[in-house]
Protein backbone atom coordinates (compact mmCIF):
# COMPACT_ATOMS: atom_id res chain seq x y z
CA UNK A 1 0.00 0.00 0.00
CA UNK A 2 1.35 3.64 -0.97
CA UNK A 3 2.62 5.81 1.82
CA UNK A 4 0.84 9.26 1.20
CA UNK A 5 3.08 12.21 2.32
CA UNK A 6 1.11 15.47 2.61
CA UNK A 7 2.75 18.74 2.26
CA UNK A 8 1.93 21.24 4.62
CA UNK A 9 2.69 24.32 6.31
CA UNK A 10 0.21 26.88 6.48
CA UNK A 11 2.39 29.96 6.02
CA UNK A 12 2.14 30.96 2.22
CA UNK A 13 5.33 31.35 0.19
CA UNK A 14 7.89 28.70 1.32
CA UNK A 15 7.78 26.67 -1.37
CA UNK A 16 4.87 23.43 -0.76
CA UNK A 17 3.90 23.56 -4.55
CA UNK A 18 7.50 23.35 -6.19
CA UNK A 19 8.35 20.78 -2.95
CA UNK A 20 5.42 18.80 -3.94
CA UNK A 21 5.75 18.60 -7.96
CA UNK A 22 9.67 18.86 -7.81
CA UNK A 23 9.64 15.77 -4.72
CA UNK A 24 7.05 13.71 -7.21
CA UNK A 25 8.88 14.28 -10.30
CA UNK A 26 11.50 12.73 -7.97
CA UNK A 27 10.14 9.84 -6.96
CA UNK A 28 8.43 8.97 -10.30
CA UNK A 29 12.11 9.03 -11.78
CA UNK A 30 13.37 6.81 -9.40
CA UNK A 31 11.23 4.60 -11.29
CA UNK A 32 8.59 4.56 -8.59
CA UNK A 33 4.99 4.79 -9.29
CA UNK A 34 3.93 8.07 -8.23
CA UNK A 35 0.85 10.06 -8.13
CA UNK A 36 0.39 14.10 -6.93
CA UNK A 37 -2.93 15.14 -5.88
CA UNK A 38 -3.56 18.58 -6.07
CA UNK A 39 -5.16 19.92 -3.09
CA UNK A 40 -5.06 23.93 -3.01
CA UNK A 41 -7.88 25.99 -5.25
CA UNK A 42 -4.89 27.86 -6.59
CA UNK A 43 -4.21 24.57 -8.69
CA UNK A 44 -1.05 25.70 -8.94
CA UNK A 45 0.35 21.60 -9.07
CA UNK A 46 -2.02 21.21 -11.53
CA UNK A 47 -0.65 24.24 -14.22
CA UNK A 48 3.08 23.37 -12.46
CA UNK A 49 2.36 20.26 -14.21
CA UNK A 50 1.21 21.33 -17.41
CA UNK A 51 -2.35 21.31 -17.41
CA UNK A 52 -4.48 24.40 -18.28
CA UNK A 53 -7.08 25.76 -15.72
CA UNK A 54 -10.77 22.77 -17.24
CA UNK A 55 -13.90 23.43 -15.08
CA UNK A 56 -15.28 20.49 -17.08
CA UNK A 57 -12.45 18.01 -15.90
CA UNK A 58 -12.37 15.79 -13.16
CA UNK A 59 -10.81 17.10 -10.01
CA UNK A 60 -10.35 16.89 -6.55
CA UNK A 61 -13.34 18.81 -5.69
CA UNK A 62 -15.26 15.63 -7.30
CA UNK A 63 -13.40 13.31 -4.88
CA UNK A 64 -14.16 15.44 -1.62
CA UNK A 65 -18.19 15.85 -2.70
CA UNK A 66 -18.50 12.35 -3.52
CA UNK A 67 -18.68 12.96 -7.20
CA UNK A 68 -16.22 11.23 -8.78
CA UNK A 69 -13.96 8.32 -8.05
CA UNK A 70 -9.98 8.83 -8.30
CA UNK A 71 -9.38 6.36 -10.73
CA UNK A 72 -11.66 8.56 -12.97
CA UNK A 73 -9.51 12.03 -12.07
CA UNK A 74 -6.22 10.70 -12.37
CA UNK A 75 -3.90 12.39 -15.33
CA UNK A 76 -0.88 11.03 -16.76
CA UNK A 77 1.73 13.58 -16.86
CA UNK A 78 4.97 13.85 -19.08
CA UNK A 79 6.97 11.49 -16.64
CA UNK A 80 6.23 7.57 -17.08
CA UNK A 81 5.06 6.66 -13.29
CA UNK A 82 4.02 10.14 -12.47
CA UNK A 83 0.62 10.59 -12.38
CA UNK A 84 -2.01 13.90 -11.25
CA UNK A 85 -5.17 14.56 -9.74
CA UNK A 86 -5.81 17.88 -10.68
CA UNK A 87 -7.46 20.76 -8.28
CA UNK A 88 -10.07 23.39 -9.47
CA UNK A 89 -11.42 26.77 -8.00
CA UNK A 90 -14.59 25.05 -6.68
CA UNK A 91 -12.26 24.15 -3.71
CA UNK A 92 -12.98 27.02 -2.47
CA UNK A 93 -16.55 25.75 -2.23
CA UNK A 94 -15.78 22.71 -0.55
CA UNK A 95 -15.04 23.99 2.66
CA UNK A 96 -18.54 25.86 3.42
CA UNK A 97 -20.31 22.64 1.21
CA UNK A 98 -18.76 20.22 3.34
CA UNK A 99 -19.58 21.62 6.33
CA UNK A 100 -22.81 20.13 7.42
CA UNK A 101 -21.29 16.37 5.49
CA UNK A 102 -21.13 13.14 7.51
CA UNK A 103 -17.80 12.53 7.51
CA UNK A 104 -16.03 15.82 6.34
CA UNK A 105 -12.47 15.11 7.44
CA UNK A 106 -12.56 11.44 5.93
CA UNK A 107 -13.47 12.33 1.77
CA UNK A 108 -10.34 12.19 0.95
CA UNK A 109 -8.50 9.12 2.91
CA UNK A 110 -11.90 6.63 1.52
CA UNK A 111 -11.52 8.16 -1.91
CA UNK A 112 -7.86 7.67 -2.32
CA UNK A 113 -8.22 4.14 -0.59
CA UNK A 114 -9.33 2.43 -4.25
CA UNK A 115 -6.14 3.43 -5.46
CA UNK A 116 -3.24 3.47 -2.93
CA UNK A 117 -2.22 0.32 -3.84
CA UNK A 118 -1.16 1.57 -7.07
CA UNK A 119 1.20 3.74 -6.12
CA UNK A 120 4.41 3.61 -3.44
CA UNK A 121 3.83 7.16 -3.10
CA UNK A 122 1.34 9.58 -3.17
CA UNK A 123 2.17 13.51 -2.43
CA UNK A 124 -0.33 15.51 -1.05
CA UNK A 125 0.19 19.15 -2.37
CA UNK A 126 -2.14 21.69 0.97
CA UNK A 127 -2.97 25.26 0.71
CA UNK A 128 -1.63 27.84 2.87
CA UNK A 129 -4.18 27.06 5.52
CA UNK A 130 -5.43 25.02 8.28
CA UNK A 131 -9.00 24.80 6.95
CA UNK A 132 -10.99 21.77 6.07
CA UNK A 133 -8.77 21.30 2.75
CA UNK A 134 -5.67 20.60 4.67
CA UNK A 135 -7.84 19.21 7.90
CA UNK A 136 -8.41 16.13 5.28
CA UNK A 137 -5.42 15.95 3.85
CA UNK A 138 -3.70 15.46 7.09
CA UNK A 139 -6.35 12.71 7.81
CA UNK A 140 -5.53 11.14 4.55
CA UNK A 141 -1.70 10.94 5.03
CA UNK A 142 0.58 8.50 6.83
CA UNK A 143 3.05 11.42 7.67
CA UNK A 144 3.42 15.34 7.07
CA UNK A 145 6.39 16.53 5.40
CA UNK A 146 6.92 20.27 6.07
CA UNK A 147 8.93 22.95 4.13
CA UNK A 148 10.29 25.67 5.89
CA UNK A 149 12.51 28.72 5.18
CA UNK A 150 15.47 29.89 7.02
CA UNK A 151 13.99 32.15 9.23
CA UNK A 152 12.24 33.21 12.39
CA UNK A 153 9.10 33.64 11.00
CA UNK A 154 9.25 30.19 9.92
CA UNK A 155 9.78 28.86 13.12
CA UNK A 156 6.64 30.62 14.75
CA UNK A 157 4.27 29.11 11.76
CA UNK A 158 5.27 25.57 12.20
CA UNK A 159 4.51 25.49 16.32
CA UNK A 160 0.96 26.47 15.07
CA UNK A 161 0.82 23.48 12.46
CA UNK A 162 2.73 20.92 15.06
CA UNK A 163 -0.25 21.72 17.52
CA UNK A 164 -2.45 20.57 14.62
CA UNK A 165 -1.11 17.73 13.87
CA UNK A 166 -1.18 16.56 17.92
CA UNK A 167 -4.98 17.26 17.47
CA UNK A 168 -5.73 14.76 14.48
CA UNK A 169 -3.46 12.31 16.14
CA UNK A 170 -5.66 12.88 19.17
CA UNK A 171 -8.90 12.41 17.68
CA UNK A 172 -8.96 11.64 13.68
CA UNK A 173 -5.69 9.61 12.57
CA UNK A 174 -3.67 8.51 15.25
CA UNK A 175 -1.43 6.83 12.73
CA UNK A 176 0.32 10.53 11.43
CA UNK A 177 3.66 11.35 11.53
CA UNK A 178 6.05 13.76 10.45
CA UNK A 179 7.96 13.00 7.22
CA UNK A 180 10.52 15.36 8.00
CA UNK A 181 11.32 19.04 7.75
CA UNK A 182 13.25 20.26 4.86
CA UNK A 183 14.45 23.81 4.73
CA UNK A 184 13.37 25.65 1.45
CA UNK A 185 14.84 28.41 -0.44
CA UNK A 186 17.94 28.03 1.98
CA UNK A 187 21.23 30.10 1.98
CA UNK A 188 23.89 28.61 3.93
CA UNK A 189 26.15 31.08 4.20
CA UNK A 190 23.78 33.78 6.19
CA UNK A 191 24.43 33.39 9.98
CA UNK A 192 20.40 33.41 10.15
CA UNK A 193 19.86 30.20 7.99
CA UNK A 194 22.54 28.47 9.85
CA UNK A 195 20.98 29.97 13.32
CA UNK A 196 17.47 28.45 12.48
CA UNK A 197 18.60 25.19 10.96
CA UNK A 198 20.18 24.77 14.49
CA UNK A 199 17.13 25.41 16.07
CA UNK A 200 15.61 22.79 14.30
CA UNK A 201 17.85 20.44 14.73
CA UNK A 202 18.20 20.65 18.36
CA UNK A 203 13.93 20.44 18.18
CA UNK A 204 13.35 17.98 15.22
CA UNK A 205 16.39 15.82 15.60
CA UNK A 206 16.74 13.27 12.93
CA UNK A 207 13.31 14.21 11.50
CA UNK A 208 15.66 17.26 9.64
CA UNK A 209 16.09 16.48 6.27
CA UNK A 210 19.94 16.02 5.61
CA UNK A 211 18.97 17.88 2.05
CA UNK A 212 18.49 21.18 1.71
CA UNK A 213 16.77 23.22 -1.18
CA UNK A 214 18.60 25.98 -2.11
CA UNK A 215 16.58 29.44 -3.96
CA UNK A 216 17.43 28.24 -7.72
CA UNK A 217 16.42 30.54 -10.70
CA UNK A 218 15.62 27.26 -12.73
CA UNK A 219 13.11 26.12 -10.24
CA UNK A 220 10.89 29.47 -10.10
CA UNK A 221 10.91 29.26 -14.19
CA UNK A 222 9.79 25.58 -14.61
CA UNK A 223 6.38 25.90 -13.46
CA UNK A 224 5.83 28.63 -16.17
CA UNK A 225 6.66 26.05 -18.50
CA UNK A 226 4.64 23.66 -17.34
CA UNK A 227 7.21 21.36 -16.14
CA UNK A 228 8.87 19.57 -12.86
CA UNK A 229 12.56 20.91 -12.63
CA UNK A 230 14.59 17.88 -13.45
CA UNK A 231 12.36 17.61 -17.02
CA UNK A 232 13.28 21.84 -17.56
CA UNK A 233 16.88 21.47 -16.35
CA UNK A 234 17.85 18.37 -15.26
CA UNK A 235 21.50 19.68 -13.90
CA UNK A 236 19.99 22.57 -12.63
CA UNK A 237 20.84 23.02 -8.55
CA UNK A 238 17.26 22.63 -7.63
CA UNK A 239 16.84 19.96 -9.43
CA UNK A 240 19.47 17.93 -8.28
CA UNK A 241 18.41 19.04 -4.27
CA UNK A 242 14.59 17.29 -5.13
CA UNK A 243 16.13 14.07 -6.59
CA UNK A 244 18.49 14.01 -2.94
CA UNK A 245 15.69 14.83 -0.96
CA UNK A 246 13.60 12.05 -2.79
CA UNK A 247 16.41 9.45 -1.84
CA UNK A 248 16.73 10.19 1.16
CA UNK A 249 12.93 9.87 1.93
CA UNK A 250 13.05 6.69 -0.16
CA UNK A 251 16.18 5.18 2.09
CA UNK A 252 13.69 5.78 5.28
CA UNK A 253 11.09 3.28 4.20
CA UNK A 254 11.90 -0.03 5.43
CA UNK A 255 9.73 -1.50 2.32
CA UNK A 256 11.73 0.32 -0.16
CA UNK A 257 15.28 0.53 1.01
CA UNK A 258 15.21 -3.13 -0.62
CA UNK A 259 15.44 -1.91 -4.42
CA UNK A 260 14.46 1.75 -5.36
CA UNK A 261 16.89 3.40 -2.66
CA UNK A 262 20.14 1.72 -4.18
CA UNK A 263 19.18 3.47 -7.52
CA UNK A 264 20.12 7.11 -7.55
CA UNK A 265 17.09 9.02 -9.21
CA UNK A 266 18.55 10.33 -12.23
CA UNK A 267 15.39 10.11 -13.89
CA UNK A 268 14.07 8.96 -17.39
CA UNK A 269 14.53 12.42 -18.82
CA UNK A 270 18.10 12.53 -17.49
CA UNK A 271 18.86 9.49 -18.65
CA UNK A 272 17.67 9.96 -22.16
CA UNK A 273 19.79 13.52 -22.39
CA UNK A 274 22.55 12.76 -20.58
CA UNK A 275 23.32 9.32 -20.27
CA UNK A 276 25.77 7.60 -18.11
CA UNK A 277 27.62 11.13 -17.17
CA UNK A 278 23.80 12.41 -15.63
CA UNK A 279 24.28 9.28 -13.06
CA UNK A 280 27.50 9.72 -12.92
CA UNK A 281 27.43 13.43 -11.69
CA UNK A 282 24.46 12.06 -9.26
CA UNK A 283 26.84 9.83 -7.54
CA UNK A 284 29.17 12.66 -6.83
CA UNK A 285 26.33 14.67 -5.56
CA UNK A 286 24.15 12.35 -2.99
Not at 19 to 43: H, R
Not at 61 to 79: I, P, W
Not at 188 to 201: C, D, F
Request: charge should be negative; include cysteine.
Amino acid sequence: MGRVIAVANQKGGVGKTTTAINLAASFAAAEVNTLLVDCDPQSNATSGLGFAKDPDRVSSYHLLMGAASAEEALLATELEQLWLIPAHKNLIGANLELVDAEGREFRLRDALAQVRDRFQFIVLDCPPALDLLTLNALVAADAVLIPMQGEYFALEGVSELLDTIERIRAALNPELGIEGVVLTMFDERTNLAQQVMTELKNYFGEKLCKTTIPRNIRLAEAPSHGMAALVYDPRSKGAESYIRLAKEIIERQPAAASSDASATPEGTVATEEHGGDRAEEMDKTA
